[in-house]
């Protein structure tokens, strides 16, 4: 790993200098860490001349693009999605390294209650005292709601939480209107409508997180441009891109 991180730090360096023939490289990832990625896209361009072009979606859709074998230079998708494609040898075999972790967050109306999360038993008692909360439906592809279950799971709520849950599409909507109490998704996608904040996360020893990891198709047939992109998102420089998307860099 160590090896891997000098070599794409000299990439980085190497590319930054030479600008004289922009390149354009396409990167598939998922919405949860879109935002950041675009800040960094948009920096890097500014920096070497070379543009990101960053196209995101749910995790459905993204196997779709995978398995429909849709031309990209780079991965920035869910960790399990993107190991199939390292045993199945679609990688290239020196690029596929942890990048990011997202925990969940919950998500409040600006002016309405908030969650205790002083400690797991503050958190679990808030949630049992709410009408109603709200989370992604698994059934959708949405990958929050798995951590979601993992975080239930973790407070021994599983079932005592069911007759209170509403699984939606657009829950931060039914927080926004009051319908919810609160909402738990993936805490970089807080808030994704007017009125809602982001109230904290899950506290730490009750926390699930959804890991993002980075890889090179063997289709890329000139990755020193992707190499210096994954240099730059791993950079210090990137920290406090990803820290301000509530995302952190994986270690």
């Given amino acids: 790993m160590k090896c891997f991180h000098a070599i ?9 200098v030479s600008t004289s023939l922009a390149e354009e490289l396409r990167v598939l990832t998922g919405n949860a860490v879109q935002g950041p990625q675009k800040v960094l896209a948009e920096k890097f361009m500014a ?17 779709q693009k995978l398995d ?3 031309l990209f230079e780079l991965y920035v998708i869910p960790a399990a999605l993107l190991k ?6 679609k990688l290239q075999s020196d690029s596929l390294r942890p990048l ?9 109306r600006e002016n309405g209650p908030k969650p205790d999360t002083s400690s797991p038993e503050a958190f679990k008692a808030s949630l049992m005292a ?52 609160f909402g738990l998704f993936n805490a ?24 993002y990891d980075v890889g090179i198709p063997i289709t890329n047939s000139n990755p020193i441009l992707a190499k210096s992109f994954i240099a730059y998102m791993i950079s210090e420089d990137a920290r406090a891109i990803w820290e301000e998307a509530h995302i952190d860099q994986a270690k």
């Fill in 8 to 16: 794409v730090l000299f990439l980085f360096t190497v590319i930054s």
């Fill in 47 to 63: 920096l070497t001349g070379h543009s990101v072009i960053i196209f995101s979606s749910n995790p459905s859709v993204i196997q």
């Fill in 68 to 70: 429909a074998k849709d």
């Fill in 84 to 89: 199939v494609q390292y045993n199945a040898g």
């Fill in 100 to 108: 990011a972790k997202i925990g969940v967050g919950i998500a409040a």
């Fill in 130 to 181: 709410a009408k109603a909360i709200t989370y992604s439906d698994a059934a959708t592809g949405g990958l929050s709601a798995v951590s979601v279950a993992r975080v239930l799971a973790n407070m021994g709520l599983t079932e005592a939480i069911k007759p209170k849950v509403v699984l939606s599409t657009n829950g931060q909507d039914l927080v926004a209107s009051g319908e919810v109490d």
């Fill in 188 to 211: 970089s996608e807080i808030p994704r409508a007017k009125g809602v904040v982001l109230a904290g996360r899950v506290p730490a020893m009750l926390q699930a997180t959804l890991d």
